[in-house]
């Protein structure tokens, strides 16, 4: 996990990061891998996938991709507040999933999203799906 805030300005005492290895895949077709078990591969968020930082430096046309990413929440500390996920960029249509439930869809190319997830989120271990078309 990486540890850095990336605006000081607006540090707050609960923050976390998600950047860092995420499940990754590349879908050769529109087909839905919400429901997979596993991805195929491993991404460096915050870096995009044609990114040799990312680890995926994959140059080709991206049509469809898949991240994933689980983390634990002790949902008794964030009771009644407002949980914030920041997306800082992402491709055109973007599908925001918690736990398999949408939470939302941004559209409109390579720009940041937030969107507060707490309504989704569950006791112990989480799972956030980033569906990229």
Do not use: Q
Not at 55 to 72: P, Q
Not at 108 to 113: D, E, H, L, P, S
């Amino acid at each position: 996990m990486r540890y850095e805030y990336p605006r000081p300005d607006f540090k707050r005492d609960n923050f976390i990061t998600l950047n860092g290895e995420w499940d990754f895949e590349i879908a050769s077709k529109k087909a839905s891998l919400l429901n997979k078990d596993e991805l195929d591969g491993k991404i460096n968020v915050p870096f995009c996938p044609e990114s040799s930082l990312s680890g995926v430096n994959y140059t080709g046309f991206i049509n469809h991709c898949y991240y994933r990413k689980s983390f634990e929440v002790d949902t008794k500390k964030i009771k009644n507040k407002c949980v914030i996920l920041h997306i800082g960029a992402s491709d055109y249509y973007t599908k925001l999933y918690v736990n398999k439930r949408l939470v939302t869809l941004n559209k409109g190319g390579y720009i940041g999203f937030s969107v507060d997830i707490a309504p989704y989120l569950i006791r112990g271990m989480n799972t956030i799906d980033i569906e990229v078309i």
